[in-house]
Every structure is written in C-alpha cells, then in structure tokens.
C-alpha cells in the first residue's frame, strides 16, 4: 500500500511543478469546501428564519428546527472535510517529495 501511495504522489509531482500542483489541487478543493460552507449557513439562517415566522405552529416549528439540525451537522461536516483534506493532501503529496 504503502509503494502505491508513493508511486501515485510521484506520478503526480512529475506532472507539474512540484509545490504548485499542491498548492492547486488544495485551492481547488478548500474553494470547494467553501461554498458548502456558504451553503450550510445559509441552510441554518433559513431555518432560523422558519422558526421565527412559524407563528406557533407546531408542524413549522418542527420543521424549522430540523432545517437548523440539518445545517448544523452540514457545517460540521464541512469543518471536517477541510481538516481531512488538507491532512491528506499535505501528506501524500507533501510526504513523497
């Protein structure tokens, strides 16, 4: 496993500028991860939202708190992402070098 992530990470640092490559495929994704960041808290405002105009009905109170559950654990998952990805990336690619 361990000469197939090598030979990968290699494969790819010959394709283009070593740190460069790195640099992109990084941007690329931490932009990526952005925009569902973006997502997630919009998701959690309209929720919110939901909840404020939900005049006290159940059904839409309900509703509303889930929406927020939902872009909380979104957001979570996000955060997530980003730290795993980065992670990964800087040691497969940063580690073959």
Do not use: H, P, R, W
């Not at 010959?14 to 640099?23: A, I, R």
């Not at 955060?79 to 073959?96: R, Y």
């Amino acid at each position: 496993m361990n000469q197939l992530v090598s030979t990968v990470a290699t494969t790819i640092n010959n394709v283009g500028d070593e740190s460069g490559l790195e640099d992109k495929i990084i941007g690329i994704l931490n932009a990526v991860i952005a925009v569902l960041g973006i997502v997630a808290v919009i998701v959690i405002i309209m929720g919110g939202i939901g909840y404020m105009t939900s005049s006290g009905d159940a059904g839409k109170v309900k509703k509303a708190k889930d929406t927020i559950l939902y872009g909380v654990i979104g957001l979570v998952i996000v955060a997530l992402s980003f730290a795993i990805v980065n992670f990964v990336i800087g040691n497969i690619i940063g580690g073959a070098q």
